[in-house]
């Protein structure tokens, strides 16, 4: 994570897709990245540990975005919302673990895909919720 390291006014990083990164490397992009607000990391191979580390150590970050990635469970979810002061948007498309019931609890503004499911073969819907607590 040397490009965090060395670009210190670094604002928005966009690693989706890479299963390179995993819950140590963000946890480096979040003690390093200080003026961090936007953190990409759609399926990426990383765990509530991620999340956990970014509530703990990124005090700029506004958008988190873990969509797809399958190990994001209610307990990384919550911990970051409730430990990021700074936190306005976590995204959870397609992260399974996390119950819908437990938005609820989530804050400041959460955003949820919690399933995609195909009706025929023209017709996909996918549920969206979002909710300003």
């Not at 890479?18 to 953190?39: F, M, P, T």
């Not at 970051?80 to 938005?103: E, F, N, T, W």
Request: hydrophobic share 40%; net charge positive; glycine share 4%.
């Amino acid at each position: 994570m040397e490009i965090v390291k060395r670009c210190k006014n670094l604002s928005s990083l966009n690693l989706c897709l890479n299963w390179i990164i995993n819950d140590r490397c963000v946890e480096v992009i979040a003690k390093e990245g200080q003026n961090l607000k936007e953190l990409y990391l759609v399926s990426c191979k990383i765990t509530d540990y991620a999340l956990i580390a970014i509530g703990r150590y990124s005090m700029t970050i506004e958008t988190v975005d873990v969509g797809w990635c399958k190990e994001i469970t209610d307990q990384g979810a919550t911990l970051i919302a409730q430990s990021s002061k700074s936190l306005r948007y976590l995204g959870l498309m397609r992260c399974d673990k996390v119950r819908l019931d437990m938005i609820f609890f989530l804050s400041p503004y959460i955003y949820v895909c919690t399933h995609t499911h195909t009706h025929t073969h023209t017709h996909k819907h996918t549920h969206f919720y979002s909710y300003a607590l």
